[in-house]
């Protein structure tokens, strides 16, 4: 059964205080690995498509990188606006629903 | 990018009657579409899949009877809560996923419904 564990649950961070957000995932062949941002009250944002271990995508001060059991998401010199909670999800070839983890809630203070 | 519009962003109603929650894509066609239900600082829970012009696939333990989905069309897919009580009040999300082959798995939300039964 495809499966994903996000780590740490919370995480507390000074601004400008980097730091990476795991994402570790078991899928019967993997169609995607996929992270979004959700601020409370909204739906969550897309963010990056992963395809293929040693792929890497940068956005901002994010970068998302993969191999072939996790994900990390790093975060580069956060800023208060980076506050939210972070969602990783993947999508098998064995389905067509994609499997959430239950989020990484990231506070950044100024 | 893709753009998902979900409507209403919130909605109030009284206990005994139903409610609709529409959700469209407005700049693909959504082969598949979702619909989640969160609770307060939880993660998503998937209610139900649907398939354009197939009946809806729900999770073990939701009421097919009660939430209601149509995906009537590539662009549209609607959830409606009959009978609403106030066990109901949630944030419901749907999300669609574009035709897929190549790289299209990624899915896209909407802005979310916040109802509230009273």
């Known amino acids: 059964e495809d499966q994903v564990t996000q780590s740490p649950e919370a995480l507390r961070l000074q601004e400008g205080e980097s730091s990476s957000l795991n994402c570790s995932y078991t899928v019967s062949g993997l169609r995607g690995l996929f992270w979004y941002r959700q601020d409370p009250g909204k739906g969550p944002e897309f963010l990056f498509t992963?395809?293929?271990a040693g792929e890497e995508k940068e956005k901002e001060r994010l970068k998302a990188t993969l191999t072939k059991k996790e994900s990390f998401l790093h975060i580069t010199a956060p800023k208060p606006e980076d506050s939210a909670t972070y969602l990783c999800a993947v999508l098998g070839t064995g389905g067509f629903k994609t499997i959430f983890g239950a989020g990484t809630r990231l506070f950044v203070k100024a | 990018g893709a753009v998902v519009s979900q409507h209403p962003s919130w909605v109030i109603c009284k206990s005994g009657t139903s409610v609709k929650i529409e959700c469209r894509s407005l700049?693909?066609?959504?082969?598949?579409m979702f619909w989640y239900r969160q609770f307060p600082k939880q993660s998503l829970m998937l209610m139900a899949t649907?398939?354009?012009?197939?009946?809806?696939?729900?999770e073990q333990g939701v009421e097919k009877d009660k939430f209601l989905i149509n995906h009537a069309s590539l662009t549209l897919s609607t959830l409606t809560v009959t009978s609403a009580h106030p066990e109901d009040s949630s944030f419901y999300i749907c999300s669609a996923r574009a035709r897929t082959g190549g790289a299209g798995t990624e899915a896209f939300f909407g802005q979310g419904t916040r109802l509230t039964v009273v």
């Open positions: 649907s398939n354009e012009g197939s009946k809806a696939t729900y």
């Open positions: 992963l395809y293929s």
């Open positions: 700049d693909f066609q959504a082969t598949t």
